[in-house]
């Protein structure tokens, strides 16, 4: 069993920057790749971005490749999300999970989930 808890989200302007934690507990945190995902309001939950295990590997969604930057800190069990050039269609409610299948794209390889973190960016 894997527990994840994100923090850091807020209220930001447009052009800000924000940086997203997702604190894991449990099980050997450096044996799971780590993903981001969100929903915002009325629309589906999106791929954001992913990290392997190691952190040696990432992927990004390309609405927010550039702007976005994934890390993680095995020895903090931590997993990063940081946003600069924030933009209001990055409101959403931003959820981190964790998986020992590696990265994905796909939240149904996931098997752990955070509570989510509401991000709102306004114009």
């Known amino acids: 069993q894997v527990q994840l808890v994100e923090s850091g989200g807020g209220l930001v302007q447009a052009g800000g920057s924000l940086r997203l934690s997702c604190a894991a507990s449990?099980?050997?945190?450096?044996?799971?790749?780590v993903g981001w995902f969100r929903r915002a309001p009325g629309k589906e939950r999106e791929f954001v971005a992913a990290?392997?295990?190691?952190?040696?590997?990432?992927s990004y969604a390309d609405s927010v490749k550039g702007r976005f930057t994934i890390s993680r800190d095995n020895a903090k069990n931590t997993v990063y999300l940081q946003m600069n050039s924030l933009r209001p269609a990055d409101t959403a409610v931003y959820y981190c999970?964790?998986?020992?299948?590696?990265?994905?794209?796909?939240?149904?390889?996931?098997?752990?989930w955070g509570q989510g973190t509401q991000v709102t960016v306004s114009s």
């Open positions: 999970a964790a998986n020992n299948m590696g990265t994905s794209r796909l939240a149904r390889a996931y098997e752990y």
């Open positions: 449990g099980r050997t945190f450096s044996n799971y790749a």
């Open positions: 990290i392997s295990s190691s952190g040696r590997s990432t």
